[in-house]
């Protein structure tokens, strides 16, 4: 047939002038299981998961069936990370076992040491640790193995491996040397201690990990869509975690935290509050830290982090800002509360982070630390019963066929 000598561009281009010139693109000519078009894929459900879900109209998140405010009370980072991975909670040698895996994996090399130190300060500290994720993976031996095993075993890796990059940048930011992994420590307690230099109180060491576990998996947002687009082409784990850091850098998803905080910051006071959100309002800008595309009521997680704030800013010069935050709370809710608008996990956790002694560009890097065990545990789920990501576009454009005009006639 002629069609089939037509190039892949222009044959589909056939095909749509012709639905045109028989009147077919409309939505009746849908068929009955199409989706129809939704913005953003708003609403459309794209896989099935075990892994966790939020009722966003309760303001529920639930990880494999555990409420997350369980989670906090009782749970650590490392068994939450077991519990989101292999599906249920690990029993004490399961979990040492898992312990000791990551521990094993921990060490980055000297050359990406090297690439840390070399990129520091270029770019923004996300973009650090999109590069050293990708750079790791071009070394890996399993780097082009599709297996499950290979891919959930490059997992292990970069799981262990995040909070050692993320100290990493934050020292090399600083012009610090870095600091070797300590195998007595436990996930958290090593962050803290590669990133500070020195252990944290009890106190703050729960704080943090806590907070890792509150942010560790969370539906299919954009960082973990991204990542799971890539590994449902059977590329590798590093390209899919690499796409997860991309997305999660956007100020509409991780960079708001750090957003948050700096414009809290820059109201300065309480007082200052109803004058300087009314005017941002006014211009139409969205506040940082507020709304969620699936919360329509308080987040929970937010919840919780609110009082990790006011514990860790108490008798601190950061008092202030923890107060200008609970007037911007109470002052965004009073004018959008009714259309669902309320603060967010982004809102506290800028405040919460800047208390433990991190800086403002550290917090999307930490947002990684965390959410970085759900985007493996749902890209490895979604393995076991892969089909490559394909949505469709809605032709809006040109109807006709045009006849193509050489560049010295247009
Ligand atoms: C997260 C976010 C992208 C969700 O967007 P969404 O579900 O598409 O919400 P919409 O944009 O449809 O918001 C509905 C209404 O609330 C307003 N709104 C939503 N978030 C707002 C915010 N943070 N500040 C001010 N107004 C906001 C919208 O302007 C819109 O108003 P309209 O009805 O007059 O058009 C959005 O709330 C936002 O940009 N928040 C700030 C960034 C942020 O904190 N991100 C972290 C998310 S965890």
Do not use: C
């Amino acid at each position: 047939m002629q069609e089939e000598k037509l190039t892949d561009t222009a044959s589909r281009l056939l095909v749509i002038n012709l639905i045109f010139r028989e009147g077919m693109l409309n939505r009746s000519y849908m068929p009955e299981n199409e989706v129809n078009f939704s913005r953003g894929l708003e609403g459309v459900i794209a896989s099935q998961t075990k892994i966790g879900y939020i009722d966003g109209l309760k303001g529920h998140l639930v990880y494999r069936g555990y409420e997350i405010n369980s989670l906090v009370e009782n749970s650590t980072y490392e068994e939450t990370a077991y519990l989101l991975l292999y599906g249920r909670l690990p029993t004490r040698s399961e979990l040492d076992d898992f312990t000791s895996k990551l521990k094993e994996r921990s060490s980055i090399n000297k050359e990406t040491y090297d690439v840390i130190r070399r990129i520091a300060g270029l770019s923004h500290t996300m973009s650090s640790l999109r590069t050293a994720v990708s750079y790791i993976g071009t070394h890996s031996k399993l780097g082009d193995k599709t297996d499950y095993e290979s891919q959930e075993e490059m997992g292990i890796s970069i799981i262990a491996k995040m909070p050692t990059i993320v100290a990493a940048i934050k020292r090399a930011v600083n012009n610090e040397d870095f600091i070797e992994p300590d195998p007595s420590l436990s996930y958290t307690e090593n962050f803290l201690y590669q990133s500070f230099g020195e252990r944290k109180s009890k106190e703050v060491t729960r704080i943090l990990d806590s907070m890792l576990l509150l942010h560790a998996d969370h539906g299919m947002n954009a960082s973990t869509f991204a990542s799971m687009v890539v590994i449902s082409t059977l590329s590798d784990m590093y390209s899919a975690i690499t796409a997860g850091i991309s997305a999660l850098k956007g100020p509409l998803h991780g960079g708001a935290n750090e957003r948050a905080l700096k414009m809290i910051m820059s109201i300065g006071s309480p007082e200052k509050v109803p004058e300087a959100i009314g005017r941002m309002l006014e211009s139409k800008e969205k506040i940082m830290g507020f709304g969620h595309r699936v919360y329509k009521v308080y987040d929970p997680r937010a919840k919780i982090v609110k009082t990790y704030a006011d514990q860790l800013t108490k008798g601190t010069p950061l008092r202030k800002v923890y107060e200008t935050a609970i007037k911007i709370e109470d002052y965004m809710i009073e004018r959008l509360g009714s259309k669902g608008i309320f603060p967010n996990v982004d809102f506290y956790s800028g405040i919460a982070y800047k208390a433990i002694g991190f800086e403002p560009e550290l917090f999307t890097p930490i947002f990684a630390v965390s959410r970085i065990t759900g985007w493996v545990a749902r890209d490895l789920e979604y393995l076991t019963n892969n089909r490559i990501f394909r949505p469709r576009s809605e032709y809006i454009g040109e109807s006709e066929i045009k006849s193509y005009i050489p560049i010295e006639r247009r």
